[in-house]
């Protein structure tokens, strides 16, 4: 797509949630928060949260970020959702003026299954030099299950070449593993590196459509997936 054509990304969703009827922001909410409250998480148990204050604040950020007037400015074209919704969590929820809970507000919010959903130590990483490094590997690590969560459902008529070739997808070229698999599958160890280069190349395909979705223009995709990828490596 070319740059200055905005498709429907993580910012139109913002914008919809901001702008829309009830159930457009409703459903741009949830969407939003599924995908994106792990490292909004992560950041705040690394500052010292307990695992319930972290849950709590993390579901009314997302509150207040649909709700909130800074959004009456916002332009996409700016950077990156990933520093957007850091930056705002910053301001929303770290400043002390917002750490006070209106609790008639809290007792309306509801308890949506994202809210619930497991939350590993792994999300904030403790070894962490820092909030910000904890939020942007959680970050990185629910992009890769987001794109591998994709390949599955593009894979959903061959699930048992899927469940081998999703480890082969960072050690490519192993033909010693493509013919255990091929053993294992009744296919010809060929057939299995066939495969596994097509799921690699739609790996990578699925990959550059997240990040595309969180970034400006198509210039910033590959800066982006490197600084992810090295993360993950860390």
Do not use: C
Not at 124 to 141: C, G, K, M, Q, T
Not at 185 to 212: C, N, P, W
């Amino acid at each position: 797509m070319a740059n200055g054509a905005f498709p429907q990304t993580r910012w139109t969703l913002v914008l919809s949630a901001k702008n829309g009827d009830a159930e457009q922001s409703k459903r741009a909410f949830d969407e939003l928060a599924l995908a994106y409250w792990k490292p909004v998480y992560a950041f705040l148990r690394r500052k010292g949260d307990s695992h319930e204050e972290a849950q709590d604040k993390t579901q009314i950020f997302f509150t207040h970020l649909l709700k909130g007037d800074f959004l009456k400015n916002l332009k996409p074209e700016g950077g990156r959702f990933r520093s957007f919704l850091l930056v705002s969590l910053r301001h929303k929820l770290i400043n002390e003026h917002h750490r006070v809970i209106n609790r008639k507000e809290r007792a309306e919010i509801p308890i949506e299954p994202w809210y619930e959903a497991d939350a590993s130590e792994e999300s904030f990483h403790s070894s962490l030099a820092s909030p910000e490094a904890a939020f942007d590997r959680s970050w990185a690590l629910e992009l890769f299950a987001r794109t591998m969560d994709r390949l599955q459902s593009r894979w959903a008529k061959r699930p048992a070449l899927f469940a081998e070739l999703r480890y082969t997808i960072e050690n490519p070229g192993n033909a010693a593993k493509y013919a255990d698999i091929g053993s294992l599958l009744g296919m010809s160890a060929g057939a299995v590196g066939k495969a596994a280069h097509d799921l690699r190349k739609q790996f990578v395909q699925e990959i550059r459509q997240e990040i595309r979705d969180t970034v400006a223009s198509d210039d910033d995709i590959e800066e982006e997936l490197r600084y992810l990828v090295k993360l993950l490596q860390s």
